[in-house]
């Protein structure tokens, strides 16, 4: 096992992933930028180096900052969390290359994953079902007329690289595909510098359904079952369930042995996550994230599992030491993200938190790096807590999520939580009744009433 490991991220993960260390008996070393030198992450790691100034660019996305750190401290690995440099397949060689352990995937399986298409050929490939659409990227807009007849419109036309809805455009009927096709490759080369895409048919009302799963280097592969995470604004999560109250257990067993099943003649190894749009009974794979998700804690909630101990002990080269038989899901978690940001707008809310109370009593988990007095910084992704909450049923969890939102005070900043109340009450919501839309259609209307 290892003795000291760097934490390549900040906020809210970065203490996650010290605290499952520390419970390790493993010493952590934290980066960060100027602009975090009062972050809890740093406060509470066992050394601290400063990479570089605010701009993600110059400092948590510095490999060459990241990397001497982890020499002078004489760390032995490193862990990622998720965003910056979780997914960047050359860092994780990098890391390997100077002789540290990089805690998740091979880099083989980031870069694989991390292409879209390669991804879903592969997946093609080792019998996961597919949203119908074209084989690989699209050589020209004739090719995209001639899918999108093939498989009916409205249609979806997607950045190879993509990710956060960048390069995404929907072209419901023939008149639309060519202005489709020329934002959705102008957007992705000014994002991804990669102006590759492909076609899928559009499903009206599907579910984001995803699967979490582990894999150890001696081709083991066990799944904890579902999360939903349909409830998003312009392809951004904002609340997350486990289990999801669409499907059935017969719908779980089955999706979850194809997965394992697929990722296990990869061999894939740590933590990774297969999305799928879920529509009538049927599951579409549409992409794999090769990290932790930001929602991982509502299946620990409900399967009593460290998910970030168990990468650490992967990445060590230990066996995962249980079967599938072995997980149990017990109850229903659902975590609500809160953001600095106006509950209506959505415009980002940087300043100081005057006032931090976070909730508690049975069944509720706050993961956060703020305090009182502790200036957000306008310079990263605007999250920064997640509530989650488990209750035996899920109409218990509803009733204590709602609990914990009404104790949560962040004085100082707005945040999302007013949303999340509305949310939480609203009658369509509590039945499970809800798809990928219909997030941005309960926002639409309440920002007209």
């Not at 260390?21 to 934290?30: D, S």
Request: net charge negative; charged share 25%.
């Amino acid at each position: 096992m290892f003795s000291k490991i760097l934490i390549a991220n900040r906020g809210e993960i970065a203490l996650r992933i010290q605290r499952a260390c520390r419970e390790m008996g493993i010493k952590t070393v934290a980066v960060h930028s100027t602009a975090d030198a009062d972050a809890m992450h740093v406060r509470l790691a066992d050394e601290a180096v400063c990479i570089g100034p605010p701009s993600s660019r110059d400092s948590y996305l510095n490999v060459a900052a990241i990397l001497s750190a982890a020499t002078i401290t004489g760390a032995e690995a490193i862990h990622p969390g998720y965003g910056f440099l979780s997914e960047n397949a050359e860092f994780a060689e990098t890391v390997e290359e100077h002789g540290l352990a990089f805690i998740g995937p091979t880099a083989q399986h980031i870069r694989m994953m991390g292409d879209k298409i390669t991804a879903k050929t592969t997946m093609r490939e080792l019998g996961v079902p597919l949203v119908p659409g074209s084989d690989g990227a699209l050589p020209d807009l004739q090719s995209a007329r001639e899918v999108a007849e093939r498989v009916g419109y409205p249609v979806l036309i997607k950045a190879a690289a993509g990710g956060g809805g960048r390069g995404m455009k929907v072209a419901k009927t023939a008149d639309e595909i060519e202005e489709a096709w020329t934002v959705a490759r102008t957007e992705a080369r000014a994002a991804f510098g990669n102006d590759e895409v492909y076609l899928e048919k559009y499903l009206n009302r599907p579910r984001h359904i995803e699967l979490q799963i582990l894999g150890d280097a001696h081709g083991n592969v066990v799944h904890f079952g579902e999360r939903d995470c349909s409830l998003q604004r312009r392809h951004q999560k904002l609340l997350e369930e486990a289990g999801s109250p669409a499907l059935t257990d017969a719908e779980r067993e089955e999706i979850g042995r194809t997965s394992t099943e697929a990722l296990a003649r990869m061999g894939y190894r740590n933590a990774g996550t297969l999305e799928f749009l879920y529509q009538d009974g049927q599951f579409c794979f549409i992409e794999m994230n090769t990290r932790l998700q930001v929602e991982h804690p509502v299946t620990e909630m409900v399967c009593s599992v460290d998910l970030v101990r168990e990468q650490i002990r992967l990445a060590a080269g230990e066996k995962l030491g249980y079967t599938q038989k072995d997980i149990k899901m017990s109850g229903h978690a659902i975590e609500c993200r809160i953001n600095a940001e106006n509950p209506e707008t959505f415009a980002p809310s940087p300043g100081t938190v005057n006032v931090f109370h976070a909730p508690g009593g049975l069944g509720v988990r706050m993961d956060s790096a703020l305090y009182a007095g502790y200036r957000i910084p306008p310079y990263y992704d605007s999250m920064i807590a997640k509530l989650i909450v488990h209750a035996p049923t899920r109409q218990e969890a509803i009733a204590r999520m709602q609990r914990a939102l009404d104790e949560c005070v962040v004085d100082g900043v707005q945040t999302v939580i007013p949303l999340h109340r509305k949310i939480l009450a609203d009658p369509s919501f509590q039945k499970g009744d809800y798809t990928i839309h219909w997030l941005e259609n309960f926002v639409a209307a309440q920002t007209k009433s």
